[in-house]
T-cell receptor, first 117, second 116 residues
Framework: AQKITQTQPGMFVQEKEAVTLDCTYDTSDPSYGLFWYKQPSSGEMIFLIYQGSYDQQNATEGRYSLNFQKARKSANLVISASQLGDSAMYFCAMREGEVQGAQKLVFGQGTRLTINP | GAGVSQTPSNKVTEKGKYVELRCDPISGHTALYWYRQSLGQGPEFLIYFQGTGAADDSGLPNDRFFAVRPEGSVSTLKIQRTERGDSAVYLC??????????????FGPGTRLTVL
């Protein structure tokens, strides 16, 4: 089974609108971390936001917020007031297990976001 | 400060040849990771170093792939007898404190490997 599922291959949004990128995950481990990365056409992966499985509140970082619904195993990324520079591939990733013993990230297939002027 | 750097940025080789890909992590970062990203896919984990030792090499696809980090900073990913299926972008990442839950990984620009 896929560990991370991103069901939207592509999204098109008007500039200044908010956008939600979907991510569902599959794990039986009670301890895990969820990450979102942005990959512009230049290829470099840029860290956006992190949510720990025990965190009580949804994570926020500037215009990025994470809609974490633990019972549904979803961790959707919300970008408010989208900008042309937000056009990129977006990847959801998970780290399973206790921090010291488990460091690898498992990535989803990604969503290509295009912001239209 | 300087981010993660990778050299070369592009490598074209012929099937059966040996290649080395280099990664310079962010100064002071103790953890280093290698991932492979095929076209249209998310990155796939290959290997993780904590200091000089490989703490997790479960993602290496076969014994043609090997990685070292002899002094705990620069790492080299080595691929023997390259095959066309090895063509991908090889990404390196580093992080400062694996004991932290957040422990975000900072990625380099990648090396695009093409095996003809």
């Amino acid at each position: 089974a896929q560990k991370i599922t991103q069901t939207q291959p592509g999204m098109f949004v008007q500039e200044k609108e908010a956008v939600t990128l979907d991510c569902t995950y599959d794990t039986s481990d009670p301890s895990y971390g969820l990450f979102w990365y942005k990959q512009p056409s230049s290829g470099e992966m840029i860290f956006l936001i992190y949510q720990g499985s025990y965190d009580q509140q949804n994570a926020t970082e500037g215009r990025y917020s994470l809609n974490f619904q633990k019972a549904r195993k979803s961790a959707n990324l919300v970008i408010s007031a989208s900008q042309l520079g937000d056009s990129a591939m977006y990847f959801c990733a998970m780290r399973e297990g206790e921090v010291q013993g488990a460091q690898k990230l498992v990535f989803g297939q990604g969503t290509r976001l295009t912001i239209n002027p | 400060g300087a981010g993660v750097s990778q050299t070369p940025s592009n490598k074209v080789t012929e099937k059966g040849k040996y290649v080395e890909l280099r990664c310079d992590p962010i100064s002071g970062h103790t953890a280093l990771y290698w991932y492979r990203q095929s076209l249209g896919q998310g990155p796939e984990f290959l290997i993780y170093f904590q200091g000089t030792g490989a703490a997790d090499d479960s993602g290496l696809p076969n014994d043609r792939f090997f990685a070292v980090r002899p002094e705990g900073s620069v790492s080299t990913l080595k691929i023997q007898r390259t095959e066309r299926g090895d063509s991908a972008v090889y990404l390196c990442a580093s992080s400062s404190d694996p004991t932290r839950a957040r422990n975000e990984q900072f990625f380099g620009p990648g090396t695009r490997l093409t095996v003809l």
